[in-house]
């Protein structure tokens, strides 16, 4: 009887011995999942305080700020409130707003009008209008287009003018704080609301004019003419006239793009063409006719309150970055990325649109190698003695990341770039 009583007893202790070791083993592998992830994170702030303690004595000033959208906690921050020129990375600003405010949806439209009437022997006794919408995609193709819809009006001679109305936007054609001795070229073309092939002098040379007089809606007219040799023309004045009420006009064609279509190059190549273009398409939320460079930033200001940054620091003077007078904080430009996550109609075009690392855009030189290839969508900014990148990362554990890197003050945009792949390379370890 005791002998079965202690072998009951004895297989009761390696039954509990054997449970203990179970639980303790579960309580382990807990430990250790915690411990990882623990890992994770300790070692990614010590690597980042690493090289902020490192940036505290170069020459040159850097904020960065990087939050954890997954986890949706503060990462890691460092002068994430001083306030920065973003060079090309304001093309954020404007492409968060545009998504918010118009949606990518949202149609430019080129128009086209006739007014008078049109005779029994094929002859317009009136004047055609070409109501630009600033769409920076007009080609020489589009315009052949228009040529072939005025042709299909089955008429033979115009008896009046050919005329653009620009009224779309004010009647500057440089950015606000633009340096004048930049405009125009390649990266910093006039801003028109009716445009050909950017403003080129002729179509695909790639060159613009330097002389006063030239005007890239006249020159737009100037080119239709031409199109228009087969049709016999009394006296065609090619000028600038706003139509007005369209009540009384005929409208006859309409070339649209979408805000869905244009982003990617906008934000890919940083195109300022195109930033520009829908900035002052924000602009006209608020006004019409003759918007300002400061509708649009009132537009974009609002968003920025609207994603909880601090608008009170933030300076917004154009659409694409090129001003002088643009400035922002690390943290604002992370708040407006957290804002884009939140909505998928804002987020997944803007993610879209963005330059990869080490593949396409702006970033495809950059990051080539380690783990920040591939990893990093994000937006470049330069100008000169400024260097800037602000976008998504995705971080080894699976984690989204939002960050902003801004330096400046450079002597060499390299130096700015060297550093922000240095952090890249950190956040998607």
Request: glycine residues 6%; contains cysteine; charged residues 20%.
């Amino acid at each position: 009887m005791h002998r079965k009583v202690s072998i009951i007893v004895f297989l009761q202790v390696l039954w509990f011995a054997a449970l203990t070791h179970t639980n303790a083993q579960e309580t382990d592998d807990s430990i250790s999942a915690t411990e990882l992830e623990l890992s994770w994170d300790t070692r990614l702030k010590q690597s980042l305080l690493s090289i902020s303690q490192e940036a505290d004595s170069n020459y040159y000033n850097t904020g960065f700020c990087i939050y954890d959208l997954t986890s949706d906690s503060l990462l890691f921050e460092y002068n994430q409130q001083k306030v920065m020129r973003p060079a090309s990375t304001q093309k954020v600003v404007t492409a968060v707003s545009a998504l918010s405010l118009l949606g990518a949806d949202y149609e430019y439209h080129t128009r086209a009008y006739y007014t008078g009437n049109i005779t029994s022997d094929s002859i317009l006794k009136g004047d055609i209008y070409i109501v630009g919408d600033f769409d920076p995609e007009y080609s020489f193709s589009d315009l052949q287009e228009l040529a072939q819809s005025i042709r299909s009006l089955s008429i033979k001679g115009i008896e009046g003018n050919l005329y653009a109305d620009i009224s779309m936007k004010d009647s500057l054609l440089y950015g606000n704080g633009w340096c004048w001795d930049d405009v125009p070229c390649t990266n910093m073309p006039y801003l028109c609301p009716l445009m050909l092939e950017r403003g080129q002098i002729a179509p695909f040379d790639g060159k613009y004019s330097t002389s006063p007089t030239f005007h890239p809606a006249v020159y737009f007219l100037e080119t239709l003419g031409k199109e228009l040799a087969d049709i016999n023309c009394d006296t065609i004045a090619c000028s600038l006239k706003t139509l007005g009420s369209t009540q009384s006009a005929h409208h006859f064609y309409t070339k649209t793009r979408t805000i869905a279509q244009l982003l990617p190059h906008m934000m890919k190549t940083s195109d300022n063409l195109y930033a520009e273009s829908m900035f002052f398409h924000l602009a006209r939320i608020s006004k019409d006719y003759w918007a300002t460079w400061k509708d649009g930033a009132r537009e974009a200001n609002y968003i920025i309150n609207k994603a909880g940054a601090n608008t009170s620091y933030v300076d917004v003077s154009d659409g694409s970055g090129v001003s002088l007078y643009n400035y922002i904080s690390p943290s604002a430009e992370v708040a407006l990325l957290r804002y884009a996550y939140k909505d998928a109609s804002i987020y997944e075009p803007l993610f879209n649109s963005l330059p990869i690392a080490g593949v396409d855009g702006t970033l495809r030189n950059r990051m080539k190698d380690g783990l920040a290839y591939r990893n990093i969508y994000a937006k470049t900014g330069t100008v000169s003695g400024v260097s800037c990148l602000a976008g998504y990362a995705f971080a080894s554990n699976g984690h989204i990341l939002a960050f902003s890197i801004m330096n400046n003050g450079l002597i060499k945009a390299a130096t700015g770039r060297a550093f922000q792949d240095r952090v890249c390379q950190i956040m998607a370890k």
